[in-house]
């Protein structure tokens, strides 16, 4: 038995519960959570954004140790400190070999649906029902099980609330500015959003030698811990026109990179319309699955000669990703402290998430 969060209702607050969590089988790994971060996708479950159909326990920004291995493991081994990747990476696939681990065919399909590989859940309920367990991992319980591909092994002195941090919001945030934008060096880029996952894309912009870096937020909070983890200029969205305080800022052109880190279509907008003729804006938002948008491609593609791309998990190849971020983080450059802003014990999901509109609140990190 193992003590977990489970979505069992839209709209309704994660129920804590003691649930069934069978062995791991061929392929996976059994984990003691050591910490996971509350990440927006969590919310964007419960509130219908995200369609994963219930029940299901939620959470997929998770780091812990190893106390079971099932058959014909050995990239792991019991007593191993993990980070759990959300997309289960084999490192052998079509889009694995072409450096798009993010959508590993292997193991993509799985962490949509919240299952094993085998599209089988390990969680189930005191009557046998089965538990969906979000990302193919399920890191709002004391213990999960996960393929083998999800871990990724770490240094035992790495903290686990750091290490979790990476699993999700820093491998997303990060990768968006490192691997799927093409930021030169001295470009202007601005970032919608600095919350937990926007706040790395300014640290990734930072280390890809951005010029200026604008974080744009409704927050002052949010702002504040932007410009202490590299953000060079801070625009609160709800003091006059966003736009035109990037476009001052930008002699009239607007960014060379944009992204938005929010997820919403009017965001989206926003952000396009703050990239200069020739650039680049990056969504990284997840937006409601049912939402669309307009565009004139003549002008905003042709004439305009501006790209529009999505990035999902940072274009991130987590086996190669996770150890470089953690030498950053142990040579002081990639800055993961200042985004915990506060550790909570499972029992407080709910109010971590209802507490994630407001306030100072990078990311609340569940501490087991
Ligand atoms: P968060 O809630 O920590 O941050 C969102 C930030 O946006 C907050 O600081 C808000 O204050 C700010 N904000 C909200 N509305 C506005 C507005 N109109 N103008 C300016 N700022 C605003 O969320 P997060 O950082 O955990 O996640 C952000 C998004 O990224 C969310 O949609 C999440 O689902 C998505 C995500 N995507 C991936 C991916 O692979 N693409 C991975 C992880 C998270
Ligand atoms: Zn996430």
New binding site residues.
Partial sequence: MTKAAVYATLQQPLEIMELNLMDPQVGEVRIALGASGV???DL?VING??PIPPPAVLGHEGAGTVVAIGAGVTNVKVGDHVVISWVPQCGTCYTCSRDQGELCETGATASMFGTMLDYTSRFSMKDGTAVAQMSAAGTFSEETVVPAISCVKIPDDVPFQIAALIG??VL??FGAAVNTANIREGDNVVV???????LNTIQGAKHKGAGKIIA????DG?LETAASVGATHTIN?SNGD?IEQVMALTDGRGADVAFE????P??IRQSFDMTRKGGETVI???PRLDQTMEFNPGMDFVIAEKTLK?????GANVHRDVPMLISQYKNGSLKLDELISREIKLEDVNAAMDE??GGHI??SVIVY
């Fill in positions: 990440c927006h996708s964007s954004t995200l999700c919001g997303t945030g919608v959003g600095a919350g937990g996952v926007g744009v937020d409704m927050v949010k969205a966003a880190v929010i997820g919403f009017a965001t990284v938002g997840v999505g990035c999902w998990y940072g994630m509109h990078a990311r």
